[in-house]
């Protein structure tokens, strides 16, 4: 994939970390200025890149981003049909949950209603699940989908290297629809409001542990398939001092923080900043995995002691900038990043 823009060109480097690695990418906003584009701009780059997308959207509709991936020249609605992307709206999860604790309530009564009649009332067992309970388990099901899934253009040299496999004596693996592991795959997984999701937590602990869950979404699968598990979680309201506490431990377990803020006064054909903040600056591929098989060899002439201090020195220093700032103006037609402001964008209205 080539970057097309210069916010695409920033955040490449954590979605391009090889195949045994994983970025988390927290996007932090305010109440006067959204950061919804920008995540709809790192699902059009993760579909383009060929990436098996997990899309959980909780602050915008699945519409919306249809909507606004078309003007970028992305059929979302085509991936999800052809299984690369897979779409869980808690929206729709909680209704169906809600839906089954009613009728399950309704088969209690009427179970238990003789019983009421001889012994008097009594409360109905059955307590409902716990909403983000519910709303990981169907995440972790969605995942286990896209583990099996194969890009449409390779499915038919799979089944072929599938059978010629099979006639060795070999055999393959195959995910839970029966489809061939698509080792090498990268998983893209976005969820646009953690904020929204946080207020139907019954406790900070299980809040916690659901954030948890999505800072390591994906992990499980790190056996069945190679995968870069790229977590970009879209935080609202980050200056509520109540939300501080796990805010904090998003940013440090992320790769990536962008926080999108206004502009301080009224700035002509200018929406807000960007601040791209590297906690910890990602390594080019090639030479990790270079660094990799030099640590590997190593290893082997040492009796299995790796030297980490010989894997560093193969990774030469980075010209990066640990935190670093782009203006950007929303429009019909896109996004127009700026990386400076010059004297003919300061007009004050």
């Known amino acids: 994939m080539q970057p097309s823009d210069p916010f695409s060109e920033s955040v490449a480097a954590c979605l391009s970390l090889g195949p045994s690695s994983h970025a988390n990418i927290c996007i932090k906003d305010t109440l006067d200025v959204s950061g919804n584009f920008l995540n709809q701009i790192l699902l059009r780059m993760a579909i383009q890149a060929g990436h098996r997308v997990l899309l959980v959207p909780v602050e915008q509709s699945f519409e919306k981003y249809k909507f606004a991936l078309k003007k970028m020249g992305v059929n979302l609605q085509q991936g999800v049909d052809e299984g690369q992307v897979a779409v869980v709206s808690p929206v729709s999860v909680l209704a169906r949950q809600q839906q089954h604790h009613q009728q399950q309530q309704q088969q209690q009564s009427q179970q238990q209603q003789p019983h009421q009649e001889a012994q008097g009332e009594q409360e109905p067992h059955g307590a409902a699940v716990s909403p983000l309970r ?3 388990a169907t995440m ?8 099996s899934w194969a890009p449409p253009a390779t499915q038919e040299s799979a089944a072929a290297a599938d059978h010629t496999q ?5 055999g393959t693996s195959h995910g839970p629809q029966g489809g061939p592991m698509s080792v090498g795959c990268s998983l893209t997984v976005i969820i646009d409001g953690l904020s929204e999701l946080s207020i139907l ?6 809040w916690l542990s659901f954030l948890h869950y999505c800072i390591h979404l994906g992990a499980s699968h790190q056996t069945h398939a190679a995968v870069n598990r790229v977590l970009r979680c879209h935080v609202d309201d980050a200056l509520l001092e109540e939300d501080g506490n796990w805010i904090k431990l998003l940013e440090h377990a992320s790769q990536l923080v962008l926080s999108v803020k206004p502009l301080e006064g009224h700035i002509a054909d200018l929406d807000g900043q960007v601040t791209f903040s590297y906690r910890h600056p990602p390594v080019p591929a090639a030479v990790r995995l270079a660094a990799a098989s030099f640590t590997k060899g190593e290893s082997h002439a040492m009796g299995g002691t790796q030297s980490s201090a010989s894997a560093v020195a193969l990774v030469p220093e980075q010209a990066f900038v640990p935190t670093s700032s782009m203006y950007f103006r929303g429009g019909e037609t896109g996004v127009r990043w700026m990386p400076q402001i010059t004297g003919r964008d300061l007009l004050w209205q």
């Open 134 to 136: 519910t709303l990981h």
């Open 166 to 170: 099979h006639s060795m004596g070999t």
């Open 201 to 206: 937590a019954t406790s900070m602990r299980e």
């Open 140 to 147: 972790a099901r969605a995942l286990d989908q896209l583990a």
